[in-house]
């Protein structure tokens, strides 16, 4: 096996975020049979770990990361890792590219809110990431079979399948696998230490919690859990429901969910009295003590492609780990586990009155709890991280494949040219925002004193102040239609700039089909010119045999003729014997008629 670096877009720590938790993990349980670097935008806080170095690069400064790469013969990194670091695409080695966040789709809800233009530029974006990333990986990692059959499709429009590929891979299951989120291999304990109960105000140890683990992201569906709570508080006064709601600890801001459920919960008059939020982010090694303290664990999701695609969250898989029914949206993949092993409930989805009976159900129904809980424990053994990573491992310690990138360094220093001038283009516009209107400096005086003397200023300066504002009128107008030009020369560049890629990226398609039937003709060729020895080999004896042949009737041919001349003459002979007995014949037939 070769060593193995790891790079992982988001914090690496104590406390941290799915797509951190993923890294962790993965370097955690490669590292038993490897070397791992594991690399993070920020210092990995961890102790250290055996067989694992840690690193750090800055986010966005490719002379951070190219140290690392330089080093490295295998790379295994997520997508948004080359949305800012694009040499990431022109690494010389083996490239095992994790798509288990299905991007696209995540950035269609995340920028749901914001301008049409702004969404479809970030989806275009998105949308060429993933190409450039299809058409670069050796290897490809999924979280769910549903996942791979989209990658699939998007493999095959790319031209990246062929009848070879195929008969070496079948399945192609060595160029891309499924390694889902896993559960911890190491059981969850509590260290002792309170972590809701005594913790938060109206929460003691009398009270069943409904924990809602997961963060409060927009694409996500915590209002319905909210309006279900007035039905379940009648029938069960003694839980609670509390929301595990902290600061992301990485880059991704605050978002709107977080907010609106807040609201939604004053409004129902249960802040703080039958709902309540903890507000910290829960480092990784001390999640234990807030799981195992719930009775129930939440999470529901809206109807959308994020959802559809989505891997089962990590923080679901936390349920297994410590053995607690869900209740869940019914639509993605926890769903369908869940309710395949009966590890929870299945709701439909925005539906608060099912979510309540459910929730009744399992706080009141202690058999049926008891039957889910173990249910849901048997399923974390399962799907412990030492069991899925087996398709990474086998990649890693498959051969290398070297590949020519050349022809995508030369277009990578193209974009990376244009993303220059796009930058500059957009800082000057940035400035031209700032200054363009242009107006006297009149404030509005608050005080009787104050309006006083603008009154004497504009006596003494008379028509100057008017003749000041009129320029600068004036001024202002030629400034605003200034920016609105530069406004429709950047918008007539972009799209210009987005047709020219479409254009590419058709002509690179085109490209690699040509290549492709090429490469098949070749095939062919070669195919039939193995069948073709056989016949080649028995024309070559037949025709040593006729030379053969033909050398021996070269040999006989002189006698034959000799013997041929011998035979006329002999032939020639009996004919003139003939020519005299019958002369004789003729004599004495004329002596007997006399």
């Known amino acids: 096996m070769s060593d193995l670096l790891i790079i992982s877009h988001d914090v690496v720590g104590q406390r941290m975020a799915g797509p951190g938790i993923r890294m962790w993990e993965l ?118 079979e549903r996942q791979r059959d989209l990658y699939i499709g998007g493999l095959l429009a790319l031209g990246r399948l062929s009848p070879a590929l195929v008969d070496s891979d079948p399945l192609l299951r060595d160029l891309i696998d499924v390694v889902p989120f896993g559960v911890s291999d ?23 919690i409904i924990l809602w683990s997961s963060g409060l992201w927009d694409w996500l569906d915590p209002l319905t859990l909210v309006r279900a709570m007035p039905d379940v508080l009648t029938a069960v006064p003694q839980a609670r429901l509390v929301f595990l709601a902290g600061r992301h600890p990485g880059y991704v801001p605050e978002m709107a969910a977080y907010r609106q459920t807040r609201n939604l919960a004053a409004e129902l008059g249960l802040l703080g009295n039958g709902i309540h939020f903890y507000d910290e982010w829960i480092p990784y090694a001390q999640r234990a003590d807030f799981l195992l303290e719930a009775t129930v664990m939440v999470s529901l999701h809206r109807a959308h492609l994020e959802t559809r695609y989505a891997a089962v969250r990590s923080r ?80 890693v310690s498959s051969p290398v494949r070297t590949t020519d990138h050349s022809t995508t360094e030369k277009r990578q220093s193209t974009m990376d040219n244009l993303q220059t001038i796009l930058q500059e283009r957009n800082a000057l516009i940035r400035e031209l925002e700032k200054y363009w209107q242009v107006a006297p400096d009149s404030p509005q005086p608050g005080s009787i004193t104050g309006r006083v003397k603008q009154w004497l200023q504009r006596r003494v300066t008379g028509s100057l102040h008017a003749d000041l504002c009129r320029v600068a009128d004036q001024q202002r107008v030629f400034n605003a239609t200034l920016i609105n030009l530069v406004y429709r020369l950047s918008s007539a560049f972009d799209e210009q700039a987005r047709r020219t890629e479409e254009q590419l990226h058709t002509l690179r398609y085109e490209t690699t089909l040509h290549q492709q039937h090429v490469v098949n003709h070749l ?72």
């Not at 949206?329 to 309540?356: F, M, R, W, Y």
């Open 316 to 395: 679901v898989l936390d349920h297994f780990w410590v053995g607690r029914p869900s209740i869940v949206s019914v639509g993605d993949a926890a769903a369908e586990l869940i309710q395949e092993h009966q590890a929870g409930e299945v709701v439909p989805i925005g539906n608060s009155q099912a979510v309540a009976a459910a929730l009744i159900h399992l706080l009141t129904d202690q058999q049926h709890w008891s039957h889910q809980s173990a249910q849901a424990t048997a399923l974390g053994r399962r799907l412990r991280w030492s069991q899925v990573v087996a398709p990474l491992r086998r990649m």
């Open 523 to 594: 095939a062919s060729l070669t195919q039939q010119l193995a069948e073709m020895k056989p016949l080649l080999e028995v024309v070559r004896q037949e025709q040593i045999t006729l030379n053969t042949e033909l050398q021996k009737a070269r040999d006989t041919l002189p006698p034959l003729h000799q013997h041929i001349i011998d035979l006329e003459t002999r032939i020639l002979d009996f004919d003139e014997v003939l020519s005299q007995v019958a002369q004789r014949l003729s004599d004495l037939s004329l002596s007997l008629s006399k």
């Open 186 to 208: 190491d059981p969850p304990q509590a260290s002792g230490q309170p972590a809701l109960r005594g913790v938060l105000d109206d929460l003691n140890a009398d009270h069943q």
């Open 27 to 144: 370097a955690r349980t490669l590292a038993k049979q490897i070397p791992v670097t594991l690399i993070a935008p920020r210092p990995i806080d961890f102790p250290s770990a055996s067989g694992i170095t840690y690193g750090q690069y800055t986010w966005g400064e490719k002379t951070t990361l190219a140290p690392y790469l330089d080093e490295a013969t295998t790379v295994l990194a997520n997508s948004f890792v080359a949305s800012v670091h694009p040499e990431l695409l022109t690494f010389r080695g083996r490239l095992i590219v994790d798509l288990y966040d299905p991007t696209v789709f995540e950035n269609l809800e995340l920028f749901r809110q914001r301008p049409l233009a702004e969404r479809k530029a970030q989806t275009q974006r998105d949308i060429t990431l993933l190409r450039e990333l299809l058409l670069r990986g050796d290897h490809f990692l999924c979280a769910t």
